[in-house]
Each structure stands twice: as C-alpha cells, then as structure tokens.
Nanobody, 128 residues
Framework: QVQVAESGGGLVQAGESLRLSCTASGLTFATYGMGWFRQAPGKEREGVSCVNWNGAITYYTDLVKGRFSISRDGAKSTVYLQITSLKPEDTAMYYC?????????????????????WGQGTQVTVSI
C-alpha cells in the first residue's frame, strides 16, 4: 500500500523560512519523479517544483525561483522543499506528488494528471 505523507507546514511570518518534508512508502522511491503542488483557497492546484528520480534535475515555477529549493534523499525515501523569504501569497495547502514517471519537467508542473499518488497536504500560512 502506497503512502505519501507531508510534514513541516505551519504559521509563519513573512520573510521567514520553512522546510517541508514528504516521505513515500510502499513504492520504489528511486523510480519516481517527485514534486510539490500547492492550492490556495478558491484557486486551482498549481505545480511549484519537481525533481527527477536521482535528484539531478529540478524545475520551479517562476513564482518561486530563487526562494524554493527541492531535494530528495533516497535512503529516507523523502523529498524536501526548502522555502525561504516566505510571502503572504505563498499561503496554501502544499501537496506532495509522486509522478507516473522517473523524470520531471517544466511542463509537468502544469499537469496534475501526471501525478500517480498524492499526499494529504500540509498547510502553510504566512502572516504579514
């Protein structure tokens, strides 16, 4: 049984940092591209970042480039999203995504249909 579990969200002030974690079990972690999506109230789910199977290739949406950093640890079957300089507009539920393939691409960030498994989400709220 595949399980995808996020953690690390919370209530922070603008300018602060957070590190989100996502651990996947019940699958061969090294064979999947991984990503993070987010969804703010009243908005569609949007791709934020993704990383290919071995961590060598990463993509970010333009909105977060320079502030977000994705990485993965195969030994722990965990993908991380380091977020710095948080802004109120970053407030959203952040979802971990296991893609159907071992790669990721910039276009994949706009394709939630390419996600094989989703986590339950972790809430990030940024106050002014």
């Amino acid at each position: 049984q595949v399980q995808v579990a996020e953690s690390g969200g919370g209530l922070v002030q603008a300018g602060e940092s957070l590190r989100l974690s996502c651990t996947a079990s019940g699958l061969t972690f090294a064979t999947y591209g991984m990503g993070w999506f987010r969804q703010a109230p009243g908005k569609e789910r949007e791709g934020v970042s993704c990383v290919n199977w071995n961590g060598a290739i990463t993509y970010y949406t333009d909105l977060v480039k320079g502030r977000f950093s994705i990485s993965r640890d195969g030994a722990k079957s965990t993908v991380y999203l380091q977020i710095t300089s948080l802004k109120p507009e970053d407030t959203a539920m952040y979802y971990c995504a296991v893609f159907r393939d071992d790669f990721c691409s910039s276009s994949a960030l706009g394709r939630p249909d390419l996600v094989h498994y989703w986590g339950q989400g972790t809430q990030v709220t940024v106050s002014i």
